[in-house]
């Protein structure tokens, strides 16, 4: 955004909290749902191929699903800290630039119109750091005539 600015790196996991944890939970309880969905429909399709062949009394069959069962459990285990991870990583690239625009901002609502937001490479909302950056030009230029 700003060449001249200095380069900023992350210091914080969560920037701003409550959003991100916000978006992690959303993500969560979707990955729960589909879990759920997903552990529903393999047992519906397992009672209804049990019983239609007749093999609910088999033990190895039953033993096989069962395993089937164990390993979507699993699987949803290992991918829920994969899931917390990629929601705190999308949500930092919108977080951390509505932290720098509310202090710019908040800077300017204290009559200091001096300062420029300098946002990370491939974070969002570019375009609105530049439009506060435009108004912060605006301004001083206004008050120096």
Do not use: C
């Amino acid at each position: 955004m700003d060449s001249t600015g200095p380069a900023y790196r992350r210091r914080r996991v969560l920037v701003n909290p409550p959003l991100q944890l916000a978006f992690v939970k959303a993500m969560l309880i979707v990955l729960g749902v589909m879990a759920l969905a997903a552990l529903a429909a393999v047992y519906v399709a397992i009672r209804v191929t049990l019983s239609t062949f007749e093999l609910a009394n088999d033990p190895v069959i039953v033993s096989l699903f069962r395993s089937a069962f164990w390993l979507i459990m699993l699987e949803l285990l290992v991918l829920t800290p994969l899931v917390v991870w990629l929601g705190i990583l999308l949500t930092h690239k919108v977080a951390g630039p509505l932290v720098r625009i509310f202090a710019v901002l908040d800077q300017m609502s204290r009559g200091r119109y001096d300062v420029r937001i300098t946002l990370r490479k491939g974070d969002m909302l570019v375009e609105l750091a530049e439009a506060v950056n435009r108004l912060s030009e605006n301004i001083r230029s206004q008050l120096k005539s």
